[in-house]
C-alpha cells in the first residue's frame, strides 16, 4: 500500500547563537557567515539536552498533528550522526521514551542525507505492510562535534530535530525516491576519529573540505530531483515547494537554479537554523506545513546530500 505523512513535527533548543556573538569568538565577522552561507543564526542545545530529548519533542509534535498516540507507534527510524551513544540505537531510546515499545527502532547513517534514506526505507516498510504508524526522525547535536576554534566549519552548523509520521495511504503521498553514495568521496566530509580500547583515537571533530563538498552537492542534487521526477513522468515545473538540505543558501540558490525554479518555490530555514545534517529537511518541512505555505494537492521535493558521500530525493504529493 502507498504511504503518505499524516503529521510533521520540529524541536529548536532554546539557545540561539548568533553570527555576532559567534564571529566575536572566532575570528569571522556577522557579514562573512551571512554573504558566504546564508545563516544569521543558529540553535544550541544544552549541556543536559541529548540527540533523543531533541528528538522525542519533534516527535511528539508530529504525533499531535497526526492524531496518533506514542503506544500505536510501529516503527521508529532516527537519522542520526550525532547518536547518545555508541548504542543502543538512538531510535531505541526515543522509543523508550515515548512508551512505544514493540515496533522495531534503529538508526540510519547517512549523515545530511540520513532524513531521505529514513523516509525511503520507511515508505517501503509501510508499503509492505511491515508499519502501518511509522515514525522517522532526524535529529542532531552537532555543535558536541564542532572544533569551536575552527572559523571555517564551526559556523556553519546547528541543532535541533524534525520528525513525520508515514501511514498507509490509499493515495500515494509518497511519489518516488532515489538514493545513492560514493564512498570515494569520503574524505572530504568526515569525523575520523574512533574508540579503541577505551580512548579516541584521531580527531573526534567535523573536518571539511569546504570548496569539494560545494561543488559535489551543486552536482549532484538537481541530478537527483531530475531522477525522482522521471520515475513519476514529469518535470521540475511540477514542483510546488522545494526542500533541499539546509546546508548553504548559494548551494540551494544554485540547485533551484539548475532546476529552473524561482527562489520562491525554495523553502529556506537555514537562516535560522543553521545546517543541522539530519533535521534540515524535516524541520524545514515542518516549518513549511505550519506556516500554510504547504497545501494539499502540492508537489513537494526532499534532496539530501551529506558525508559519505550520499543523496537522495523523495518526491512528495501532500495529502
Ligand atoms: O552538509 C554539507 C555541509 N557542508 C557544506 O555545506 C559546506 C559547503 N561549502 C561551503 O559552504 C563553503 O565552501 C564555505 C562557506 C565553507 C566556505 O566558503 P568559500 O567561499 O568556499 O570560502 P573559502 O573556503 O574559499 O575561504 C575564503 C576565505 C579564506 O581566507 P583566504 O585564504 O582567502 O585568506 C578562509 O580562511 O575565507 C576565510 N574563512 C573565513 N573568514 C571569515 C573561512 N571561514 C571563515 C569565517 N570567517 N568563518
Known amino acids: 500500500m502507498p504511504s503518505r505523512i499524516a503529521g510533521t513535527g520540529s524541536y529548536l533548543p532554546a539557545r540561539v547563537l548568533t553570527n555576532a556573538e559567534l564571529a566575536?569568538?572566532?575570528?569571522?565577522?556577522?557579514?562573512?557567515?551571512?554573504?558566504?552561507?546564508?545563516?544569521?543564526?543558529?540553535?544550541i542545545a544544552a549541556d543536559a539536552e541529548t540527540t533523543s530529548d531533541l528528538a522525542v519533542h519533534a516527535a511528539r509534535r508530529a504525533l499531535d498533528a497526526a492524531g496518533i498516540a506514542p503506544a500505536d507507534v510501529d516503527l521508529i527510524i532516527v537519522a542520526t550522526t550525532t547518536?547518545?551513544?555508541?548504542?543502543?540505537?538512538?531510535?531505541?531510546?526515543?522509543?523508550?521514551?515515548?512508551?512505544?515499545?514493540?515496533?522495531?527502532?534503529?538508526?540510519?547513517?547517512?549523515?545530511?542525507?540520513?532524513?531521505?534514506?529514513?523516509?525511503?526505507?520507511?515508505?517501503?516498510?509501510v508499503a509492505d505492510g511491515l508499519a502501518r504508524n511509522a515514525l522517522v526522525i532526524g535529529a542532531?547535536?552537532?555543535?558536541?562535534?564542532?572544533?569551536?576554534?575552527?572559523?571555517?566549519?564551526?559556523?556553519?552548523?546547528?541543532?535541533?530535530?524534525g520528525a513525520v509520521v508515514l501511514v498507509?495511504?490509499?493515495?500515494?503521498?509518497?511519489?518516488?525516491?532515489?538514493?545513492?553514495?560514493?564512498?570515494?568521496?569520503?574524505?572530504?566530509?568526515?569525523?575520523?576519529?574512533?574508540?579503541?580500547?577505551?580512548?579516541?583515537?584521531?580527531?573526534?571533530?567535523?573536518?571539511?573540505?569546504?570548496?569539494?563538498v560545494f561543488k559535489f552537492a551543486v552536482k549532484v542534487l538537481a541530478d537527483v530531483a531530475e531522477e525522482s521526477l522521471a520515475a513519476?513522468?514529469?518535470?521540475?515545473?511540477?514542483?510546488?515547494?522545494?526542500?533541499?538540505?539546509?546546508?548553504?543558501?548559494?548551494?540551494?540558490?544554485?540547485?533551484?537554479?539548475?532546476?529552473?525554479?524561482?527562489?520562491?518555490?525554495?523553502?529556506?530555514?537555514?537562516?535560522r537554523h543553521g545546517n543541522t545534517s539530519a533535521a534540515s529537511i524535516p524541520l524545514a518541512l515542518d516549518t513549511a506545513v505550519r506556516d500554510g505555505r504547504i497545501q494539499r494537492g502540492q508537489h513537494v521535493m526532499l534532496l539530501g546530500v551529506g558525508g559519505g558521500f550520499t543523496w537522495g530525493s523523495v518526491f512528495l504529493r501532500w495529502l
Not at 548551494?251 to 523553502?267: F, H, N, P
Open 24 to 43: 566575536a569568538r572566532v575570528g569571522s565577522s556577522d557579514e562573512w557567515i551571512r554573504t558566504r552561507t546564508g545563516i544569521c543564526q543558529r540553535h
Open 83 to 125: 547518536p547518545d551513544m555508541i548504542f543502543p540505537s538512538t531510535a531505541c531510546i526515543v522509543q523508550a521514551k515515548l512508551g512505544a515499545a514493540g515496533g522495531p527502532a534503529f538508526d540510519v547513517q547517512a549523515v545530511c542525507s540520513g532524513f531521505v534514506y529514513a523516509l525511503t526505507i520507511a515508505d517501503r516498510m
Open 140 to 161: 542532531e547535536i552537532y555543535s558536541r562535534i564542532l572544533d569551536w576554534n575552527d572559523r571555517g566549519t564551526c559556523v556553519l552548523f546547528g541543532d535541533g530535530a
Open 168 to 212: 498507509p495511504s490509499d493515495t500515494p503521498g509518497v511519489l518516488a525516491t532515489k538514493l545513492h553514495a560514493d564512498g570515494s568521496h569520503r574524505d572530504i566530509l568526515c569525523v575520523p576519529g574512533q574508540v579503541h580500547n577505551g580512548r579516541v583515537t584521531g580527531t573526534p571533530f567535523l573536518h571539511m573540505d569546504g570548496g569539494a
Open 232 to 271: 513519476c513522468h514529469m518535470d521540475a515545473s511540477a514542483i510546488d515547494w522545494l526542500i533541499p538540505h539546509q546546508a548553504n543558501i548559494r548551494i540551494m540558490d544554485a540547485t533551484a537554479k539548475r532546476l529552473g525554479l524561482g527562489a520562491e518555490r525554495v523553502i529556506v530555514t537555514v537562516d
